[in-house]
Every structure is written in structure tokens, then in C-alpha cells.
């Protein structure tokens, strides 16, 4: 997977903007189909965060559900494509460029936070300051939409493979776990996807 991570890799070793050059694996052009589900269940409410959001569609496809919305992601090539989508359609989107290791350092809460594909890049040591920053900006009450890769998926390409224990240690905190189900990330090179968990969660202290 050109431009992806591998397990030994950390986001801060990957340049986002050069992955940009061409068009990421990651980059289907349209929002992932069951965090679309999720939203259709009507999983949003309140301010909306994409965090780690690329080129905006799920902030987009909230906005488009008459959500306020924000984006943040590190690159300010795919900010200025975000910006640009939003435009296009005619939405309102507030997109930034920022960390989005670091989401609480907006110093905002928000009432959804969606994570399309961003939790799986981090290693150890980033995902759980990565975790305590997302509870920060997650309002009390606020939900969390994560679509990650899955243990589930054979091979060594792409980023690192998550469990579902993983994910239920690593939001055991100040969160309720709801569901974890399997799930399909879709990629550009893959239509019928790549084995993931699609999990939603609420902040609850």
C-alpha cells in the first residue's frame, strides 16, 4: 500500500502532504459506508469533530445532515481540498489545520467525534495521549464513531492491526463501550475493503 503505514510506523513518520502527491489508498472520495450507517442510526448530535478528517468527507456528510461541523487534520494540502469540497457543495464546514494527536488542544468540546481511519496509525505510547486528548474534547454525554483496521485483516502492508481488546483497554476510562462490530474499510485499490471494527462509544466521566 504505497503511502500507508506499516506496523513499525508512527504518524509523526509519515508525510501526509507527500501522500497527497497522488491519491492515498484511504482517499475514496466519499465518507466510509458504515460509519454512513452509523449516522443514518442517528449516532450524531450536537457539534461535530472529524478528527484527523483528510479531505473532509465526513464533516462534509455532516454538515450535510445539518450538523455544525470541524475538521482538523495535520497536512494543509488536504485542509486546502477539504476547503475547497466544502465550497463546491455549497456547506459550511470549519476546517483546520492542527494535531489531531492532540484534538483537546482546540480547547473545545464537541458532542460526536468521528475517527475514520486515524486511531490505528498511532503507536502505544501516542494512542493513549491521543485517548486522554479525545476525552477532552469530547463533551460529557458526547459519542465516539471510530472505523479502525482490523487484527482480522491477514498481511503486513498497510497500518497496524487493532483488537477488540485493544480497543476496549484502550477506552476502559471515562468511556462506555456500546458495540464493536466488524467491519469494512474501503479502499481506493480494495472496493470490497480491508478487515476493521467500527466501534461507538459515550464519554461518561
Known amino acids: 500500500m504505497p503511502g500507508t503505514l506499516t506496523r513499525q510506523q508512527g504518524a509523526p513518520g509519515l508525510d501526509f502532504d507527500a501522500a497527497y502527491e497522488g491519491t492515498p489508498p484511504w482517499d475514496i472520495g466519499a465518507p466510509q459506508p458504515d460509519l454512513v450507517?452509523?449516522?443514518e442510526g442517528e449516532a450524531l448530535k450536537g457539534r461535530v469533530l472529524d478528527v484527523g478528517c483528510g479531505t473532509g468527507e465526513h464533516a462534509l456528510l455532516a454538515a450535510e445532515?445539518?450538523?455544525?461541523?470541524?475538521?482538523i487534520d495535520a497536512s494543509p494540502k488536504v485542509i486546502a481540498i477539504a476547503r475547497e469540497k466544502a465550497s463546491a457543495r455549497g456547506l459550511a464546514v470549519r476546517f483546520l489545520v492542527g494535531d489531531a494527536l492532540d484534538p483537546g488542544s482546540l480547547g473545545e468540546q464537541f458532542d460526536t467525534v468521528i475517527d475514520s481511519g486515524l486511531f490505528?496509525?498511532?503507536?502505544?505510547?501516542?494512542?493513549?495521549?491521543?485517548?486522554?486528548s479525545l476525552r477532552a474534547a469530547t463533551a460529557l454525554g458526547g459519542r465516539l464513531l471510530l472505523l479502525?483496521?482490523?487484527?482480522?485483516?491477514?498481511?503486513?502492508l498497510g497500518p497496524r492491526r487493532v483488537t477488540k481488546k485493544e480497543?476496549?483497554?484502550?477506552?476502559?476510562?471515562?468511556?462506555?463501550?456500546?458495540?464493536?462490530d466488524e467491519a469494512r474499510?474501503?479502499?481506493?485499490?480494495?472496493?470490497?475493503g480491508a478487515f476493521a471494527w467500527c466501534a461507538?462509544?459515550?464519554?461518561?466521566n
Not at 445532515?65 to 475538521?71: I, P, S
Not at 480497543?167 to 464493536?180: E, N
Not at 474499510?185 to 470490497?192: H, N, R, Y
Open 200 to 204: 461507538l462509544m459515550t464519554r461518561v
Open 148 to 156: 479502525c483496521f482490523s487484527d482480522r485483516q491477514p498481511g503486513e
Open 120 to 132: 490505528h496509525v498511532f503507536d502505544d505510547e501516542q494512542r493513549a495521549r491521543y485517548v486522554e
Open 185 to 192: 474499510m474501503i479502499l481506493t485499490f480494495a472496493p470490497d
Open 65 to 71: 445532515r445539518g450538523f455544525e461541523a470541524t475538521g
Open 167 to 180: 480497543l476496549r483497554v484502550s477506552f476502559a476510562d471515562g468511556w462506555r463501550v456500546h458495540s464493536i
Open 37 to 39: 450507517e452509523l449516522v
